[in-house]
């Protein structure tokens, strides 16, 4: 079965440092997508950063990275310069293609909290 | 804006009513999953339409149905609701296949009273 873990409920990390939040998955499938989603207060999931399986470089999007190590099953995303309007839930999906269907397996999610 | 339209964003209803959820795709998308948001089980997967097929259930009581009509707008009903329907139900939809995104909507937050 599919399982995507992420061990830290909690990160602080003080405005204009870097943050990487962890996740490490679990699947047989040979391919397979990772995505980083952030949920603020208001409730709204927001696609942040897309990595495919077989993709031979780590995605960046702005300050967003993924950290992308395949032997290992992480998929860490690393953000830079926090902002305060960074504090949120992260949460880190995979969607393995067996099964025969494409839905996302989430983790369980990081609240991040800026300090100012 | 992710381009994924829900509504209502709130709703407040009565142990044992139905209530219908609406969620409009990306211009384009042919699939919809549904999810539901509840504090104790996280983000549970309820549901996978593709071009008005489904394709997959999750942890989707059989209290819950959902539809995917030809104008790709999808409805998820709920019904005989009890107190723990109560979470944040959200819409996503993608083009399809493994490696493409899913944008979410900004979700539905359901409270049974």
């Known amino acids: 079965a599919q399982k995507i873990t992420q061990t830290q409920p909690g990160m602080f990390v003080q405005e204009k440092e870097a943050v990487t939040l962890d996740c490490t998955y679990d699947?047989?499938?040979?391919?397979?997508?990772l995505f980083w989603y952030k949920q603020p207060s208001s409730g709204e999931m927001i696609f942040l950063i897309y990595q495919g399986s077989y993709d031979q470089q780590n995605a960046t999007e702005g300050r967003y990275s993924l950290n992308f190590q395949k032997a290992r099953k992480s998929a860490n995303l690393v953000i830079s310069a926090s902002q305060l309007g960074d504090s949120a839930m992260y949460f880190c999906?995979?969607?393995?293609?067996?099964?025969?269907?494409?839905?996302?397996?989430f983790g369980k999610g990081t609240k991040l909290t800026v300090n100012p | 804006d992710s381009g994924v339209t829900q509504t209502p964003k709130h709703l407040i209803t009565a142990t044992g009513q139905r209530v219908t959820l609406r969620c409009s795709p990306r211009s384009g998308d042919l699939s919809v999953y549904w999810y539901q948001q509840s504090l104790d089980q996280g983000l549970q997967f309820l549901i996978h339409?593709?071009?008005?097929?489904?394709?997959a259930k999750g942890n989707i009581l059989e209290r819950f149905s959902a539809q995917q009509f030809p104008d790709l707008h999808s409805e998820l009903n709920l019904s005989s609701l009890e107190l723990g329907d109560s979470a944040l139900y959200f819409c996503?939809?993608?083009?399809?296949?493994?490696?493409?995104?899913?944008?979410f909507g900004q979700g539905t937050r359901l409270t049974v009273v």
């Open positions: 996503a939809s993608s083009g399809g296949g493994t490696h493409t995104e899913a944008f």
């Open positions: 339409y593709y071009n008005g097929e489904e394709r």
């Open positions: 699947t047989s499938d040979p391919s397979y997508g």
């Open positions: 999906a995979m969607r393995p293609t067996q099964g025969g269907s494409e839905k996302l397996v």
